[in-house]
C-alpha cells in the first residue's frame, strides 16, 4: 500500500525556511490563494534567490523538512538540479517545487520588485509574488487549463485598482 499524503501544512514548510533565513519569493497556486484566488493547492512553489550563501542555507532548509523525490529518493542542491527548470519534493508538510525561473520570467531578482511580505500568522512573513507577476507566469505557461485562473488573477488585479491598492 502507498504511503498516504503528508497533511498540507505550508506554515511549517515556509517555518523551515524562516528558521534557515533562506530568501525566496512564494509563487503557483499557494501565492494565487495568498492574494485571494479562490483554489486549493497541496504543495509550495518557491522561487530562491540563487546567490551562492542562499543556496546553502536553502539545503539546510531542505534537510530540516526531510525532503525526498516523489519516488522516496534524496535530494541535494548540485549543479545539475540547480539547472532543472523545476525540483519537485515532498515533505511531511506537503509538496515544495523549486523553481529557478518561472515561465515568463527572469527568476527571483524579476519577481522581487513587485513582491510583497504577506502576513500567514505564526509570525511568519514570506515575499509573495504580486497579482501581476502571477498572471504573467500562468500566461507564459500557455496551458488551456489555466484560462480560469488567468481570468481570477485579472478580476484580483482589477480590484486592487479599484479599491486604490495597486502595487
Known amino acids: 500500500m502507498a504511503d498516504p499524503q503528508p497533511a498540507f501544512d505550508p506554515l511549517a514548510i515556509l517555518a523551515a525556511l524562516d528558521r534557515q533565513r533562506v530568501t525566496y519569493i512564494v509563487v503557483g497556486g499557494f501565492a494565487r490563494v495568498i492574494q485571494g484566488a479562490e483554489e486549493t493547492t497541496r504543495g509550495v512553489d518557491l522561487v530562491p534567490s540563487m546567490r551562492e ?14 525532503v525526498r523525490t516523489p519516488s522516496g529518493g534524496t535530494v541535494s542542491l548540485d549543479q545539475s538540479t540547480l539547472h532543472e527548470p523545476v525540483v519537485a519534493v515532498t515533505t511531511d508538510h506537503g509538496e515544495l517545487k523549486l523553481v529557478w525561473e518561472p515561465a515568463g520570467t527572469g527568476g527571483f531578482d524579476d519577481l522581487r520588485r513587485a513582491a510583497t511580505r504577506e502576513p500567514l500568522g ?19 505557461l500557455g496551458r488551456r487549463e489555466d484560462i480560469p485562473k488567468v481570468l481570477a488573477m485579472r478580476r484580483l488585479a482589477e480590484l486592487e485598482i479599484s479599491r486604490g491598492l495597486e502595487r
Open 53 to 66: 550563501e542562499n543556496i546553502r542555507r536553502l539545503e539546510l532548509a531542505l534537510q530540516e523538512l526531510k
Open 122 to 140: 505564526r509570525g511568519l512573513r514570506p515575499s509573495v509574488a504580486s497579482i501581476g507577476d502571477l498572471s504573467r507566469m500562468l500566461s507564459a
